[in-house]
Every structure is written in structure tokens, then in C-alpha cells.
């Protein structure tokens, strides 16, 4: 079952456990995978693929994690937790990312692959590491791995 059929399916238990948090954020992860899918001139009741729906719910986490800088930095505490709530409901639906330590065992397998020097141009490095690391790390950390490898 793909993550799009899995989230879809969710909503009638989040229905019965009467879970406002969790049935808000499915229907607008879903909503979101529907627009999506329009958006690739399909129809509607068709389901993203995989990588499709990672795509959706990746951004999804990213708007909640900006929602939840912006708040913090506007001092709206209140408005801070459902969106935390709402984030660790679609972290559940994202792949566990490598850790820092792993990154930087990849990255320094790169550099020398790559024949980069250390204080080569960070870019290509980070160019290179985030094609064979997409959708396993998250761009921060690669982007601090590199930046202490180079440094």
C-alpha cells in the first residue's frame, strides 16, 4: 500500500478515536496529495506514487517547521503546540533521516572519491553528497557536515 492509500485510510480511525489533531493533519496532508495529483493533470481519485507523496508530506513538515519558527520568534506560544503536534503526526509518515555521524562518514568517502581537497569548493561537495543522500539526510545537516570537513 502506498503512503498516499496509507494516510487516506487513517482518516475514519482518527474519525473513531475522536482525534481532532490527528484527523486535521491527515485531511491536509491529503488534500494537499489531491491537489498534487490535479496538479500533474490526473485525475483526482488517483493515488501519488511513493516518492510523489514523500514529496507532499516533505513540504508539509517543512511549512509546520517554518510555522513554528515564525511563531516562536513572534513570542505566539499558543500557536506553537498544534503545530508541534501536527509535526510529530507527519514525521511519522517521513523515513528515519541519517544522523550526523553517518553523513560524515559519506561525506569524507565523497571528498575522496571526488578527489576534493579540504578546502576545495564546499559546493560541489554538497552538490554531489546531496544527489546520492536525497530523501536520507536533511540538506541542514549535510550542509553542517560539509561545512566542518571544510573548515
Known amino acids: 500500500m502506498t503512503i498516499h492509500e496509507t494516510i487516506k485510510q487513517s482518516i475514519p480511525e482518527a474519525l473513531r478515536a475522536h482525534d481532532e489533531v490527528r484527523l486535521r493533519t ?70 528515519t533521516l541519517m544522523s550526523r555521524d553517518e553523513i560524515f562518514a559519506v561525506a569524507k568517502s565523497k571528498m575522496v572519491e571526488l578527489n576534493l581537497s579540504p578546502s576545495a569548493d564546499a559546493g560541489k561537495l554538497i552538490g554531489a553528497l546531496m544527489k546520492d543522500l536525497k530523501g536520507k539526510a536533511d540538506g541542514m545537516d549535510v550542509k553542517a557536515v560539509v561545512d566542518s570537513l571544510v573548515s
Open 26 to 95: 491527515l485531511r491536509s496532508l491529503v488534500t494537499m496529495m489531491t491537489n498534487e495529483v490535479v496538479a500533474k493533470k490526473r485525475k483526482p481519485d488517483e493515488f501519488l506514487t511513493d516518492e510523489e507523496a514523500l514529496t507532499v508530506v516533505k513540504r508539509a513538515a517543512n511549512q509546520r517547521k517554518d510555522s513554528i519558527e515564525q511563531f516562536t520568534k513572534a513570542s505566539r506560544l499558543d500557536l506553537v503546540a498544534p503545530e508541534k503536534a501536527e509535526l510529530s503526526i507527519i514525521d511519522a509518515y517521513l523515513p
